[in-house]
């Protein structure tokens, strides 16, 4: 795979649908590991992952699969931060943005954190390593992390299995959900953002 191409191959679930079934067996594992390099990567866009999940597994198994990608990836970010907070925590006090985000987690702590995970658009990837430097038990950013990845994941797992299904009554239902739940956040933004700043 040429990673220059890294977007158009993750974009066509054909092309990954083939990519995955050439592993045989080991399918699963190679999409898993797939999605947790996705979330370390975290430029890389997990929604069209999520919605490929479905397309490939099924809603249940593309939900599962999807997940554990996920907690992976992010666990894995999560330990980066972690480990090389000494040396970054200095550079980063400089910044404006980092002394928002400090302040930020004062004020709302782990709370914030979910709700973030929770909003559509937002870089949870980012978010990953962003907690890794701030003292949070890592069963605890486990644990928010994960609830607050659940809902997006099966929403996009759904419709993914939906379409491949051509099962456009479910797909259209849970893309409407989602649209309705992306644009009451969008419209509610600023409330959203007072509160957590």
């Known amino acids: 795979m040429d990673f220059s191409n890294w ?8 092309i990954l649908r083939q990519w995955v079934e ?3 067996p080991f399918g699963p594992l190679a999409f898993i590991f797939l999605q947790a390099l996705q979330v370390v990567l975290a430029p890389l866009p997990g ?3 999520g919605f490929v999940a479905g397309y490939l597994f099924g809603a249940f198994w593309g939900f599962f699969y999807a997940m554990v990608g996920i907690i992976l990836g992010a666990s894995f970010s999560f330990w980066l931060a972690r480990k090389f907070r000494k040396i970054l925590a200095p550079r980063l006090a400089k910044s404006p943005y980092f002394y928002r985000l400090e302040r930020f987690m004062q004020r709302r702590g782990v709370m914030a954190a979910f709700i973030c995970y929770l909003i559509p658009g937002f870089p949870k ?6 907690l890794g430097f ?22 996009l797992a759904i419709q993914g299995d939906s379409l491949y299904q051509r099962n456009w009554l479910t797909l ?3 893309g409407g959900l989602s649209l309705l739940f992306f644009a009451i956040f969008y ?11």
Do not use: Q
């Open 7 to 14: 977007w158009a191959f993750l974009k066509n679930p054909e």
């Open 22 to 24: 050439g592993f045989g």
């Open 47 to 49: 929604e069209v992952t």
């Open 125 to 130: 990837d980012y978010l990953n390593y962003f």
């Open 134 to 155: 701030f003292p949070i038990p890592f069963r605890v950013f486990l644990i928010i992390m994960s609830l607050g990845r659940i809902p997006g994941t099966l929403a």
């Open 172 to 174: 259209g239902i849970v």
């Open 187 to 197: 419209f509610k933004r600023g409330l959203i953002y007072r509160y957590l700043d």
